[in-house]
Each structure stands twice: as structure tokens, then as C-alpha cells.
């Protein structure tokens, strides 16, 4: 059993910077791998990206790529979301997930186990 909990939302103007984290509590963390999705109003849920159990490998979508970095502390049991060159349209509720499985079904939301409550980030123009 996983839970996670992810903070560090808020609003931030355009160009400007955040991160993102997720804590997870129970020793299974180590076993998963960690991805980031988010939800705009109105829209579904986007894959943002994801990491390996071992972070060693990350993966992301072309509209984050460059500008967005993930890592995880797998001492600590948290895994983060570094987000810089903020637009507007990176506005949406951030989630973590936890998934097991090679990195084709990263993007794929319904192979997650887990998902955090989410955490909102508003960018301003």
C-alpha cells in the first residue's frame, strides 16, 4: 500500500518557477515507478511525465519537455516536479501517481495503482 500526498502548488507568473513535491508513506515506494499527470478545467487528465524506480531514467510529454525536470528521493520517499518557463497553460491540478511496468505504459493513467489528491498551479499571463 502506497499514499501519497503531493504540495508545493500556487500561483506564479508567467516565466516563473515551482516544484512540486509528492510524499509517499510505506516501503513499497522503491518498487514504483512515479509519474505526473494534470487536469486542466474542462479538459482530461495530460501525462507530464515520469521516473524510473531506480531514478535513473525520466521520461516527459513535448509540451514539457526542457522545461520541466523530475527526480525522487527514494530516502526520503518523495518525488518532485520542477517546473520552469511557466506559461499560462500550465495551469491545472498537478496529481503523482505510482505505477509498475515498462516506460510504453507510463502515459497511460489507468495502469496506475496509486494517485495522489492533487495539488493546483495557477499561472498568470
Known amino acids: 500500500q502506497v499514499q501519497l500526498v503531493e504540495s508545493g502548488g500556487g500561483l506564479v507568473q508567467a516565466g516563473g518557477s515551482l516544484r512540486l513535491s509528492c510524499a509517499a508513506s510505506?516501503?513499497?515506494?522503491?518498487?514504483?515507478?512515479m509519474g505526473w499527470f494534470r487536469q486542466a478545467p474542462g479538459k482530461e487528465r495530460e501525462f507530464v511525465g515520469v521516473i524510473d524506480w531506480s531514478a535513473t531514467n525520466t521520461y516527459y510529454s513535448d509540451s514539457v519537455k526542457g522545461r520541466f525536470t523530475i527526480s525522487r528521493d527514494n530516502a526520503k520517499n518523495t518525488v518532485y516536479l520542477q517546473m520552469n518557463s511557466l506559461k499560462p497553460e500550465d495551469t491545472a491540478v498537478y496529481y503523482c501517481?505510482?505505477?509498475?511496468?515498462?516506460?510504453?505504459?507510463?502515459?497511460?493513467?489507468?495502469?496506475?495503482?496509486?494517485w495522489g489528491q492533487g495539488t493546483q498551479v495557477t499561472v498568470s499571463s
Open positions: 501517481g505510482a505505477v509498475q511496468g515498462p516506460r510504453q505504459i507510463a502515459a497511460d493513467q489507468a495502469r496506475y495503482k496509486y
Open positions: 510505506g516501503r513499497a515506494f522503491n518498487y514504483y515507478n
